[in-house]
């Protein structure tokens, strides 16, 4: 089966950059989802299909995808961004089919 | 405005059997694939099931041959049988909407399923 790798943590101070990197086999090839998770709620997409935010996610999440490595990227991180973050892909060519990362905690500092 | 109500979680004995249903409005369920999405206490998000438009169906391993997912057009409605239940299907789940290349992108609740003696 497929497999999303993720690191357990990543720490940033307020107003600085976040990146979370979610590692693939050939994951470029595929569209990857990003989500984020407060405590005590559900999921909340926040970045679908690699790169496009849903309507009502601020500007300053964004995404990228290449090779074996999908990033989610978050610009003048605020203090509300403290959450855990993880990446999904669609993986049709197995029987499963939906596929989560193993999820990152986001600290802001 | 979209909206996925789950209920029928609880505490039940290892063995023993639940029927969650998830409620929805605002959409069709029929005409889109829906998913269950489970998280064991701290833990992270794991798929459970998918049902497609067409009404194929797919499960993770850890659950296959003992959960059932379906739906009842009339109802717009979601379920999820689960028999057998152990310890380790303890969690909460959720049902959630999956636009596939467009993500998963409504959520229910969550309805907290405990399997204990």
């Known amino acids: 089966s497929y497999v999303l790798t993720q690191p357990p943590s990543v720490s940033v101070a307020p107003g600085q950059t976040a990146r979370i990197t979610c590692g693939g086999n050939?994951?470029?090839?595929?569209?990857v989802h990003w989500y984020q998770q407060k405590p005590g709620q559900a999921p909340v997409l926040v970045v679908y299909d690699d790169s496009d935010r849903p309507s009502g996610i601020p500007e300053r999440f964004s995404g990228s995808n290449s090779g074996n490595t999908a990033t989610l990227t978050i610009s003048r991180v605020e203090a509300g961004d403290e959450a855990d973050y993880y990446c999904?892909?669609?993986?049709?060519?197995?029987?499963?089919?939906?596929?989560f990362g193993g999820g990152t905690k986001l600290t802001v500092l | 405005e979209v909206q996925l109500v789950e209920s029928g979680g609880g505490l039940v004995q290892p063995g023993g059997s639940l029927r969650l249903s998830c409620a929805a409005s605002g959409f069709t369920v029929s005409s889109n694939y829906m998913s269950w999405v489970r998280q064991a206490p701290g833990k992270g998000l794991e798929w459970v099931s998918v049902i497609y438009s067409g009404g194929s169906t797919y499960y993770a391993d850890s659950v296959k041959g003992r959960f059932t997912i379906s739906r009842d057009n009339s109802k717009n409605t979601l379920y999820l049988q689960m028999n057998s239940l152990r310890a380790e299907d303890t969690a909460v789940y959720y049902c959630?909407?999956?636009?596939?290349?467009?993500?998963?992108?409504?959520w229910g609740q969550g309805t907290l399923v405990t399997v204990s003696s």
């Open positions: 999904q892909v669609w993986d049709s060519s197995s029987d499963h089919h939906v596929v």
């Open positions: 959630a909407r999956d636009g596939k290349v467009d993500g998963i992108d409504y």
């Open positions: 050939n994951i470029g090839s595929k569209s």
